[in-house]
Nanobody, 119 residues
Framework: QVQLVESGGGSVQTGGSLRLSCAAS????????MGWYRQAPGKQRELVAT???????NYADSVKGRFTISRDNAKNTVNLQMNSLKPEDTAVYYC?????????????WGQGTQVTVSS
């Protein structure tokens, strides 16, 4: 069993900041990548940022320069620092982890946390 638990969502005004955190727990052998995705009402889920176990990061163009992803491999956690937030960042944010349970790879999702940015 693997669980991803997110925290840190909330409501802010335009230009504000929020920090999301996600902790993975359970029967985990290793995590090769973690990331954040978001889904706004009526839209498909989209990538926000990902980070590998070696620290390679990838960002959506819409958040580059404003969001920063980081992870603690020892604690199986990933964070997303979101600055200069815009109303278009409003969405449910989901944590994702690509990991091995023994030799079996899998992709796991958190339950989601709401981020609302008001103008």
């Amino acid at each position: 069993q693997v669980q991803l638990v997110e925290s840190g969502g909330g409501s802010v005004q335009t230009g504000g900041s929020l920090r999301l955190s996600c902790a993975a727990s359970g029967s985990i052998f290793s995590i090769y990548a973690m990331g954040w995705y978001r889904q706004a009402p009526g839209k498909q889920r989209e990538l926000v940022a990902t980070i590998t176990s070696t620290g390679y990061t990838n960002y959506a163009d819409s958040v580059k320069g404003r969001f920063t992803i980081s992870r603690d491999n020892a604690k199986n956690t990933v964070n997303l620092q979101m600055n200069s937030l815009k109303p278009e960042d409003t969405a449910v944010y989901y944590c994702n982890a690509g990991l091995f349970q023994g030799r079996t790879p899998g992709s796991y999702w958190g339950q989601g946390t709401q981020v609302t940015v008001s103008s």
